[in-house]
């Protein structure tokens, strides 16, 4: 992806750039211990600075091709939840993922009830 800079000197507006490039939403403190009660997050880039034991985050409703990132940066793993009615990957439907300390995973959406996530090491 190129660079927001290098968009806005080509003549791309600083609106369109942030368009494009997507919204990021950092410093995010985790909640709730179940999918209803988690942090339901709707920025494209999601870093949580705060996680106690057993909260979670809930990605948001999207359309397929649509990807959301999220980072652990808390103490404890972070519980992420799909939309109503999804999975991810291989995991009961409307059931969390765990997300450790210092990792990032890319959850990719493929259906209405699918999503799956791409893990950092």
Request: glycine share 18%; net charge positive; aromatic share 2%.
């Given at each position: 992806m190129a660079?927001?800079?290098?968009?806005?000197?080509?003549g791309l507006s600083a609106g369109q750039v942030s368009a494009i490039n997507g919204q990021i939403a950092?410093?995010?403190?985790?909640?709730g211990t179940t999918q209803g009660t988690a942090l339901a997050i709707s920025a494209d880039i999601n870093s949580f600075g705060t996680v106690a034991s057993g909260t979670g985050a809930k990605l948001f409703a999207?359309?397929?091709?649509?990807?959301?990132i999220v980072y652990n940066g808390g103490a404890n793993a972070l519980t992420v939840y799909p939309p109503t009615g999804?999975?991810?990957?291989?995991?009961?439907?409307?059931?969390?993922?765990?997300l450790g300390t210092n990792?990032?995973?890319e959850y990719f959406c493929v259906s209405a009830t699918q999503w799956i996530g791409d893990m950092s090491a």
């Open positions: 660079l927001g800079k290098n968009m806005m000197q080509g950092s410093g995010l403190t985790a909640t999207a359309m397929p091709g649509d990807s959301q999804a999975r991810i990957n291989g995991v009961a439907v409307n059931g969390g993922v765990a990792t990032f995973c």
